[in-house]
């Protein structure tokens, strides 16, 4: 290699370690959150195995997915249902109890069905279960009952989880 090709090669390494330092710094990451309603208007919640309180199913987006796909998976592996039509983006919020850069798509899920794989606690998920809205179980998180109220327009939008 000649002293041009070695300070070119140099100085692109150090861009690329400069830029991967930046986003690690700077990362954004994307969670989802699911509505989901059966036929009679109850709502979907879980409980998880390693918090307390009861959720909308949900968690984080992988590399390389669509968040939209991350919910369809969620949904999938917390409830064992299938969506069977497009998820709808509800809204987009900024939770920042996890952090300065971390974010929750809310969707709706207008049709679903079982799957083969009902839905078994296991290590993540210890219950899922459908409520009626006005005999929600104890301990639903307030960010939970916060979406909950938005969903049924008892309250505006907030940006904020």
């Known amino acids: 290699m000649q002293g041009d090709d070695v300070t070119s090669l140099s100085s692109r390494l150090l861009r690329r370690v400069l830029l991967t330092a ?34 909308m199913p949900g968690g984080g987006v992988d590399l390389g997915e669509t968040a939209a796909d991350a919910g369809k998976r ?4 917390e409830a064992g249902l299938e969506a069977t039509a497009p998820l709808d983006l ?44 006005s005999d929600l179980p104890e301990n639903v998180t307030p960010s939970t009952l916060r979406r909950l109220d938005e969903l049924s327009g008892k309250s505006p939008i907030s940006d904020i989880w």
Do not use: C
């Open 74 to 77: 969620e949904l999938f592996e």
């Open 90 to 133: 509800f809204a987009l919020y900024h939770n920042r109890i996890s952090g300065r850069r971390d974010h929750v798509a809310l969707f709706t899920v207008s049709a679903f069905k079982e799957t083969q794989s009902a839905f078994r606690p296991n290590l993540e998920i210890a219950e899922a279960a459908f409520f009626d809205i």
């Open 22 to 55: 930046s986003l690690m710094r700077r990362a954004v990451t994307l969670g989802v959150r699911l509505a989901v309603r059966d036929d009679r208007g109850r709502v979907l919640l879980v409980r998880h195995t390693y918090l307390p309180g009861w959720y």
